[in-house]
């Protein structure tokens, strides 16, 4: 029996040990989770702070450019381009405004892009930026029946009646009652077709809620958001907004809006409604007093609201912030109309 104790010691010893393996083991994998979980706390603590200051520069530069410099801040965003594609891109770009016929104290804001370095580093954060015309997409939210049937049916050549019900069901969906309009569909119409997502009777909160609307499909989902927004004033530069948001538009035609954009990248911008009709004279919407003036409440012809995307990070991390801003012009320069952080 004696004999066996020794044996026995030393198993005992080495489950000992094994088990104080554990624990330090345990330990140290608690210890490591909580030291990158500081870590990335700080991380987005920095992200966040250089995505916040993204959009405060990019302010400051569109309140700059409404102090009769925005020729200027182009000339020197574009010396401190940092590739090749990057300056003949901003190059072509600051041609065509150069060229523009129009007097850029009219728009100080056109091409709002160009006014800013779209990356800046503070060490390992830095902070990288978008900077668009709000009014160079189309607002699902305040956009009507014919708008959107426009949209979808010319902008983006859906069938028609495809088109009517989605534009139906969009305002269905951002209505307040449960009567269903007559290609459209309320909750009870969601339920009958079994789709996972009913109708909240309110204004699209997100875009991506988009996806759920009767009708819609992921590839038409794809094809149509880079195209729409939830901001701004709903209004449409037409001196900014890509073909198929014009072809939104009432009485715009395809030719018209080809031989518009084309004027655009000509170095020409009009200036009105009145301007406009009289370079495209064969614009349906040049016809009625009733259709010119629908034209006009939806049209601008300067940059107004800016938004401001800026997106702020940690060299080496994997965290993101993202920082929204919408900016307007007042007297005191560029005001936030809108912010948000996540």
Avoid: C
């Avoid at 993204?54 to 569109?62: I, K, M, P, V």
């Avoid at 309140?63 to 200027?72: G, Q, V």
């Avoid at 609201?305 to 005191?332: H, K, L, M, W, Y």
């Amino acid at each position: 029996m004696s004999g066996r104790r020794p044996g026995f010691v030393l198993m005992a010893a080495l489950w000992l040990l094994v088990a104080l393996g554990a624990v330090g083991l345990d330990a140290a994998l608690r210890s490591r989770t909580r030291r990158l979980a500081a870590a990335n706390l700080v991380d987005e603590t920095r992200a966040m702070a250089a995505a916040v200051a993204g959009t405060e520069y990019a302010r400051s530069r569109l309140t700059a450019a409404m102090l009769d410099r925005a020729e200027e801040l182009r000339a020197d965003a574009l010396r401190r381009a940092r590739t090749a594609a990057a300056r003949s891109q901003i190059s072509r770009q600051s041609v065509r405004s150069f060229m523009s016929g129009q007097d850029p104290l009219e728009d100080p804001w056109r091409e709002p892009e160009l006014l800013v370095e779209k990356e800046m580093a503070f060490a390992e954060a830095r902070y990288s930026l978008r900077l668009r015309d709000t009014g160079a997409a189309l607002n699902l939210n305040t956009a009507n029946a014919e708008t959107l049937r426009n949209f979808f049916a010319q902008g983006l050549r859906v069938d028609y009646a495809e088109a009517d019900h989605l534009a139906q069901a969009i305002l269905d969906w951002r209505d307040e009652d449960e009567i269903p309009r007559i290609d459209g569909g309320e909750r009870e119409q969601y339920i009958d077709e079994k789709l996972p997502v009913l109708p909240p009777n309110r204004e699209f909160a997100d875009l991506s809620e988009l996806r759920h609307v009767m009708g819609m499909t992921q590839e038409l989902y794809e094809l149509a958001s880079p195209y729409l927004t939830l901001i701004g004033s709903g209004r449409i530069n037409v001196n900014a907004a890509p073909e198929p948001v014009l072809l939104a538009l009432p009485g715009m035609t395809p030719a018209a809006a080809q031989e518009l954009i084309r004027l655009r990248e000509s170095g020409y911008v009009p200036r009105s409604g009145n301007e406009l009709r009289a370079l495209i004279p064969y614009m349906t919407g040049s016809g009625t007093a009733a259709e010119r003036a629908q034209f006009d409440r939806l049209t601008t012809y300067a940059t107004n609201e800016v938004e401001i995307i800026s997106v702020g990070r940690v060299d080496g991390g994997p965290v993101r912030v993202e920082a929204r801003v919408v900016v307007g012009r007042s007297n005191n320069g560029a005001v936030v109309l809108w912010r948000r952080i996540e």
